[in-house]
């Protein structure tokens, strides 16, 4: 992943989850890092590890919607296939955060189409809005506001490899990270 220098850097994760994000970027020696989501139920065990894992990380109940403060560096992993309207959130984003790595699911069928696309409940669950082909990721996030600094190819997500045929053979478990700054800068 294309992370940059975090040293000395204030720092967000979005959607933390369990906070591991958050704990990476403080080994990666960022001054502060505030760990959000909206709250989850794993909200418990996400402070009750970085207090025992003796973190100065700061965990606040918050919908990427609402960010409030300032940052240099903010983090967002697999949560953009969650959100009902991810451009509003990039935008929320880039009102708090110079420059932004996103991690999120991709559509493996779609790339097989040279546009910018996404698919719509691509769980068919409710559980996903929308999920980018690699170029609908890179236009999603200049729509937000952003300009793409770095982006990967496609990165497998080695967790979920052996779960079901649909992981096991690539159609889902794919995904794709963007580093990016604020297009003013
Ligand atoms: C698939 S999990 C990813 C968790 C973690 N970022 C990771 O990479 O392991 C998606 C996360 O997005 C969070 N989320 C969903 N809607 C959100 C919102 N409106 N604002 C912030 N986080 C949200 C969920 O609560 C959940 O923690």
Same mark, same amino acid.
């Given at each position: 992943?294309?992370?940059?220098?975090?040293?000395?850097?204030?720092?967000?994760?979005?959607?933390? !989850?369990d906070g591991f994000?958050?704990?990476?970027?403080?080994?990666?020696?960022?001054? #502060?890092?505030? !760990?959000?989501?909206?709250?989850?139920?794993?909200?418990q065990a996400a402070?009750?590890?970085?207090?025992?894992?003796?973190?100065?990380?700061?965990?606040?109940?918050? &919908?990427?919607? =609402?960010?409030?403060?300032?940052?240099?560096?903010?983090?967002?992993?697999?949560?953009?296939?969650?959100? =009902? #309207?991810?451009?509003?959130?990039?935008?929320?984003?880039?009102?708090? &955060?110079?420059?932004?790595?996103?991690?999120?699911?991709?559509?493996?069928?779609?790339?097989?189409?040279?546009?910018?696309?996404?698919?719509?409940?691509?769980?068919? #669950?409710?559980?996903?809005?929308?999920?980018?082909?690699?170029?609908?990721?890179?236009?999603?996030?200049?729509?937000?506001?952003? &300009?793409?600094?770095?982006?990967?190819?496609?990165?497998?997500?080695?967790?979920?490899?052996?779960? =079901?045929?649909?992981?096991? &053979?690539?159609?889902?478990?794919?995904?794709? !990270?963007?580093?990016?700054?604020?297009? =003013?800068?």
């Open positions: 992943m294309p992370w940059p220098d975090l040293v000395g850097k204030r720092c967000l994760d979005i959607g933390t !989850a994000w958050a704990l990476e970027m403080e080994r990666r020696g960022a001054a #502060d890092v505030l !760990a959000t989501d909206v709250p989850t139920p794993f909200a402070r009750a590890r970085l207090e025992s894992a003796r973190s100065g990380v700061r965990y606040e109940e918050r &919908s990427v919607y =609402d960010l409030e403060g300032e940052f240099d560096f903010a983090f967002m992993g697999w949560v953009l296939q969650m959100l =009902d #309207d991810p451009i509003r959130a990039l935008k929320a984003v880039r009102r708090v &955060s110079q420059q932004l790595l996103l991690l999120d699911t991709i559509s493996l069928p779609l790339m097989l189409v040279p546009s910018p696309l996404a698919r719509l409940d691509a769980r068919r #669950d409710g559980g996903e809005w929308f999920v980018f082909n690699p170029r609908g990721l890179r236009k999603v996030m200049e729509l937000g506001g952003w &300009s793409v600094e770095e982006q990967t190819g496609v990165l497998r997500e080695r967790y979920f490899h052996r779960l =079901d045929w649909k992981h096991r &053979s690539g159609v889902r478990g794919r995904s794709c !990270a963007v580093l990016a700054s604020r297009a =003013d800068g």
